[in-house]
């Protein structure tokens, strides 16, 4: 009996156990996608086959902490065109996150102060070190303060994240320009005589060029001595900036001296038009140097000598013997003498030997008799004695 039932299951046993030793495939897959398509295979064997039809790229941004996602920006180079100083712009460059994972940015460097920059996603601020979801719209966003600039300015902003193209870099630039254009920069006059500014101003023509049409509204400041014409005369460019001119003049009362100051207009543009004068006013007497004699750092035990020149500057005029006074420590000590009758006058100056270590200073009053009509000069003397 045993017999014939192992002999009625024989036929069974070689069906189930028949056929070829190799594995039949499904025409137009490998072996791998089989076993990745067969859920009945082992986890092993399916991870196995995944990871094996991704780029390798992809494969270690996903093992690193990465984005297999780009941060597409629309443009790389903003180009701001004309701006004026002290004006800010704003700066904007979009991006859309494209692939399938989300992107974190984790930081943006702008190269210099002019720039201030955020991140902006569906609109609205949006906190770096988050992730932004696949398929999102974003932007750079920030400000561009051309105050401390001129002409040409350049800047860059860095970018950095996980995404597969970060970190990256954007460049932005603008031409900066003043709201008004002076020339010459400067209104230099030269030297010049009280009497002869009394007889006849010195003018100068100042061209003004204004980012567009403009009027002086009131003059702020007029330093004495100072006339301020504006001419009549206009131009409009083709950029729709607007030139005007000055005629500026100085007269005879003027201060003597170094003569640097400035003139200020109140102006429709909501700013201040400031033009710059220089000029050496020189009046019937010449003071060489002007306000500070210096003796500098001396060493101590040294004698140290220096001098103040007192010269007739108009040849109209005849120096008479001036009056010398001087406030300050005894080891400073002066002597005056007459180089040419009439016309120069010097005060030799010195610090004694024996001056203590330290700083030192006095006041010089140079005055001349009553009736003459010069005026009077006080020059501050300085030193500092070292080692």
């Not at 996602?69 to 002290?86: A, H």
């Not at 023509?205 to 003059?219: C, L, N, Q, Y």
């Not at 008479?320 to 009439?342: Q, T």
Request: glycine residues 8%; contains cysteine; hydrophobic residues 40%.
């Amino acid at each position: 009996m045993k017999l014939a039932r192992l002999l009625l299951l024989l036929p069974c046993l070689l069906v189930a156990c028949g056929g070829s030793d190799e594995s039949p495939e499904t025409e137009g897959q490998t072996p791998a996608t089989s076993a990745a398509q067969d859920s009945s295979a082992p986890d092993g064997a399916r991870l196995t086959a995944e990871t094996s039809t991704k780029p390798i790229g992809e494969s270690l941004q996903s093992v690193q902490g990465g984005s297999r996602s780009r941060v597409q920006f629309e443009f790389l180079d903003l180009d701001l065109g004309v701006i004026y100083q002290e004006n800010t712009t704003e700066i904007r460059f979009p991006f859309v996150v494209e692939g399938p994972d989300p992107v974190t940015i984790t930081g943006m460097d702008a190269s210099c102060g002019c720039s201030e920059v955020s991140l902006e996603v569906e609109g609205k601020p949006y906190p770096i070190n988050t992730p932004i979801k696949a398929g999102a719209k974003g932007a750079v966003v920030g400000t561009f303060n051309a105050a401390q600039y001129l002409n040409t300015k350049t800047s860059t902003i860095r970018v950095m994240g996980n995404a597969m193209n970060l970190p990256i870099t954007l460049n932005l630039q603008a031409f900066i320009r003043r709201h008004f254009e002076i020339s010459p920069g400067t209104v230099r006059f030269g030297q010049q005589l009280v009497r002869n500014l009394a007889e006849q101003p010195a003018t100068q023509r100042v061209k003004v060029t204004g980012r567009e049409a403009f009027e002086i509204k009131s003059w702020k400041l007029v330093p004495q001595g100072v006339e301020v014409e504006v001419d009549a005369e206009t131009q409009m460019l083709g950029d729709g900036r607007q030139v005007r001119y000055l005629n500026i003049k100085l007269n005879g009362q003027a201060p003597a001296g170094v003569f640097m100051r400035s003139i200020q207009a109140e102006t429709t543009l909501d700013r201040d038009l400031e033009v710059h004068l220089y000029a050496n006013i020189v009046g019937p007497v010449q003071y060489a140097p002007e306000e500070f004699l210096k003796f500098g750092a001396v060493t101590e035990g040294t004698l140290t000598k220096r001098q103040v020149k007192i010269l007739a500057s108009d040849p109209t005029v005849t120096l008479p013997e001036p009056k010398i006074e001087f406030a300050g420590p005894e080891y400073f000590s002066w002597k005056l003498v007459e180089k040419e009758v009439g016309r120069e006058w010097i005060v030799r100056f010195q610090l004694a030997e024996d001056a203590p270590i330290g700083r030192h200073g006095g006041r010089l009053m140079i005055s001349f008799p009553d009736d003459e009509a010069l005026p009077p000069r006080e020059i501050k003397v300085s030193a500092m004695v070292r080692r």
